[in-house]
């Protein structure tokens, strides 16, 4: 048995790092320079693609290239097995809904077609990446089989114990436990049991590192270095933070987005789909209270939710209204620091040692 920093050496050693702090892949919030920031002060860039084009994705990889020699990560979602089950009436009361927050939205708004999951995976092999990730279930294994061929390795993001031993089983080579404390989309396998399987990090972290052979990351609501201490007692090989880089300047956030984070107390967030048909956790705003009271229409499937809240969420970036913006946030938001990125991986780290030394 090694100890916590001794296996975050064997990790860190393993996969080219100097710091065992991951950037979570935060699709929406992949600014390069954030990516740029924490991999030059040690740690893992990070990519959350699912919104890129392969133009797009190799761009973002050329950019954080050119101003750093860090290692990085590509994440892709799994897509859906079935298209969405459409509801016109349904949709049509979403529509309205949305209406009273925001501007009219279009019959049509959606009508929308999902990424080409084939072209971005086909993006991330030109690429080359030193890791991908994925998340919502698992490569396919002709994926898998390129990413091996090529040297890449594979993160898979899991948020139980089944999803674990599963994705060790296709050839992952760390899983990532994130746990219900996570901000932004739960990482389930299974969409409908999103809510139903919410396991608190302490408890899933310890049961996933009993369960597989490979180094598992610890992620969600990790915000500071006794976080990162613990997860490492409970035998993480690293962490990953999401939510607490999101107010550095390099992350680019939106000012009224990241106000909110200071101030927004672990119960005041809460899991709903009403931003995209997918669970995840944001600020409980004035606009998620709505949408989720008894009252409110049932959010339409992913992703024709996400099209449906587009212009509402575009008005209140454009206005600053963080009540009617999609403001993701863990439960630890308020430990999020306004300082840039590499004087946050620097403090988390120096603080995590003062604690386990």
């Known amino acids: 048995m090694t100890t916590p920093l001794g296996r975050a050496d064997v990790f860190c050693r393993r996969f080219g790092l100097r710091l065992p702090i991951l950037l979570a892949p935060m699709a ?54 079935a298209p969405p089950r459409r509801d016109v009436a349904q949709e049509a009361r979403v529509r309205d809904f949305l209406g009273s927050w925001g501007p009219a939205v279009p019959a049509e708004a959606g009508d929308v077609t999902p990424p080409d999951f084939g072209a971005q995976c086909q993006a991330l092999l030109e690429a080359a990446p030193p890791i991908v990730s994925s998340v919502m279930g698992l ?16 993160f898979a993001n899991i948020s139980t114990v089944a999803e674990a031993r599963a994705a060790a089983a296709a050839g992952a080579d760390v899983v990532v436990a994130q746990g219900m404390e996570a901000g932004g989309h739960r ?25 597989v052979r490979i180094p598992v990351v610890a992620t969600g609501g990790i915000a500071d270095a006794r976080g990162v201490a613990a997860a490492l007692l409970l035998g993480a090989s ?46 409980a705003t004035d606009y998620v209270r709505a949408a989720t009271a008894p009252d409110a229409p049932r959010p339409a499937p ?45 403090e988390v780290w120096d603080g995590t040692r003062a604690l386990l030394v």
């Open 139 to 154: 490569f396919p294994p002709e994926f898998v089989a390129g990413i091996k061929a090529r040297g890449i390795v594979w």
């Open 28 to 81: 929406g919030a992949s600014a390069p320079s954030l990516s740029i920031a924490v991999a030059n002060a040690g740690g893992l860039g990070s990519c959350g693609a699912l919104l890129l084009s392969p133009a797009e994705i190799k761009a973002w990889v050329d950019e954080v290239r050119a101003s750093s020699n860090g290692a990085f990560q590509l994440n892709l979602w799994i897509p859906e097995p």
């Open 238 to 283: 690293a962490v990953q933070i999401g939510t607490g880089f999101l107010r550095s300047p390099e992350a680019g956030l939106s000012p009224a987005w990241a106000d909110e984070l200071g101030t927004t107390a672990p119960e005041e967030t809460r899991i709903s789909r009403v931003f995209s048909g997918r669970a995840g956790r944001s600020i």
């Open 302 to 346: 992913y992703p024709v939710q996400r099209a449906l809240t587009a212009p509402l969420r575009a008005a209140g970036q454009k206005a600053g209204d963080a009540q009617r913006m999609q403001v993701w946030a863990g439960q630890s938001a308020a430990m999020a620091q306004a300082k840039p990125a590499a004087e946050i991986v620097r």
């Open 187 to 211: 990482g389930c396998f299974d969409a409908a049991n999103a809510e139903a399987q919410m396991v608190g990090l302490f408890s899933l972290l310890p049961a996933v590192v009993d369960a």
